[in-house]
């Protein structure tokens, strides 16, 4: 691996956090149990949600809001296409069609709600809301508009572990929510999900489907609060481990605190990277200032006179990483079979946007770094 001067995103664990999964290990349960459920329990109460379903991954998660609301074939969902490819992957997993739909605009990688609006047809069941790098985006205009025309609004909170809007914690606007614990997320666990809903019918569906569709899992079994179990459908194997909501459980509570220092390094980069010619930050406070987001990731905007490739080469050779969020799926092959309409303002973003390192304990000098780095990137 290179070893990086600046990654762009870096995990560290206490001796608190460490004990804790060894205290798991050391407790000979390691599936599903107690911990898990205390995890959920305090997953939704910080989100302010019924229920809380941990789940194997964040697509998980997704997948089972698509198959719990009876999506199938014949069905369309709009979504953007300016998502990591879970976000789509599920819909086709259920034998529905994506439909793409633009985002705002290049400087609002959004989805679009007037662009959801013109796309509804007479198929479509419902929309996916991705909160692109902590960033609520649109959804409250979603739901109303979701609301006003009988569909079903699925929140994609993958990168909004903290994020809120109106008053609420995304994931929770829409019927349902996905959060991903994946090891690059606000809440870092190596994998993992959540699912969120208030509709009891959704959560007691996706509880069982999780665990193969068995009406009693191991743990109840266990304590002798069922001799044995019933397949009431084909379900899957996304149960969720003893150890990862240990750590979760752990991480939760410190979750805001981490989150208001990405908020700083975000507030900074912002001050310093408004002067420099050639680039410009995406997420602005301005455009929700009612928003608190969770600043997952910090994106910028390249001048279309810059090569992007050489820019990001020029980062790399000063030792900071540096991606793209993210290739279209509309122009991947796995989704070749979706449809879209023009998505000029989700090519001209893609384009255009690099995305720099950001992390909660990035020290002053690190950013500094990084900073240092793009004004020389943007002269050479």
Same mark, same amino acid.
């Given at each position: 691996?290179?070893?990086w ?14 004990? $804790?999964? +060894? #205290?798991?290990? @050391?407790? &000979?349960?390691?599936?599903? =149990?107690?911990?898990?459920? %205390?995890?959920?329990a305090? *997953? ?7 229920h809380a ?5 964040g ?11 009876g ?23 259920v034998a529905a069609t ?6 705002r605009?290049?400087?609002r990688p ?47 909170a $993958?990168h +909004? #572990?903290g994020? @809120?809007? &109106?008053?609420?914690?995304? =994931?929770?606007?829409?019927? %349902?929510?996905?959060?991903? *614990? ?8 190596g994998?993992?999900g ?14 069982q ?18 001799s044995?179990y ?6 899957f ?16 509570w410190r979750?805001g ?8 390094l975000?507030e ?14 995406v997420?602005?406070r ?8 969770s600043?997952?990731i ?5 001048d279309p ?5 050489a ?7 000063a030792g ?6 993210y290739?279209?799926l ?6 070749a ?22 992390f ?17 990137a943007?002269?050479?």
């Open positions: 691996m290179p070893d001067i600046v990654p762009l995103g870096d995990v560290r664990y206490t001796g608190e956090d460490i004990e $804790a999964l +060894a #205290a798991t290990y @050391r407790s &000979g349960w390691l599936s599903q =149990g107690a911990k898990v459920a %205390a995890f959920e305090a *997953f939704g109460e910080y989100v302010g949600s019924r379903v941990a789940v194997a991954s697509t998980a998660a997704l997948h089972l809001i698509c198959v719990a609301l999506l199938g074939a014949g069905d369309e969902v709009l979504l953007p296409s300016l998502t990591f490819a879970a976000t789509a992957a599920v819909v086709t997993h994506p439909v793409f739909v633009d985002v605009s290049h400087s959004w989805l679009s709600a007037d662009g959801v609006e013109a796309a509804i047809g007479s198929r479509t069941r419902a929309i996916i809301n991705m909160s692109y790098g902590g960033h609520p985006g649109e959804v409250l205009a979603l739901a109303e508009l979701a609301r006003a025309r009988g569909l079903a609004l699925i929140e994609d $993958a +909004a #572990a994020t @809120r809007v &109106g008053g609420r914690h995304a =994931g929770t606007i829409g019927i %349902a929510g996905a959060f991903s *614990f994946f090891a690059n997320k606000n809440l870092p666990l994998e993992g959540m699912l969120v809903t208030d509709d009891p019918q959704l959560a007691r569906r996706a509880r489907l999780r665990s193969h569709g068995l009406s009693a899992d191991t743990w109840a079994r266990h304590h002798g609060h069922a044995d019933q397949v009431h459908e084909a379900g194997n996304y149960r969720f481990d003893e150890a990862r909501a240990a750590l979760g459980l752990r991480l939760l979750l605190q981490e989150n208001e220092r990405r908020s700083a975000a900074r980069y912002w001050t310093e990277l408004s002067r420099v010619d050639g680039v410009r930050p997420l602005a301005e455009q929700e200032p009612e928003a608190v987001s600043w997952h910090y994106p910028l905007l390249l006179k810059l090569d992007r490739d820019f990001r080469s020029r980062l790399g050779a900071v990483q540096t991606s793209v969020h290739p279209p509309h122009l991947m092959p796995a989704f079979t979706s449809r879209a309409s023009r998505l000029t303002a989700t090519e001209e973003y893609a384009r255009q946007t690099v995305t720099v390192p950001l909660p304990h990035m020290s002053e000098e690190q950013q500094a770094h990084v900073i240092a780095s793009i004004v020389n943007c002269r050479s």
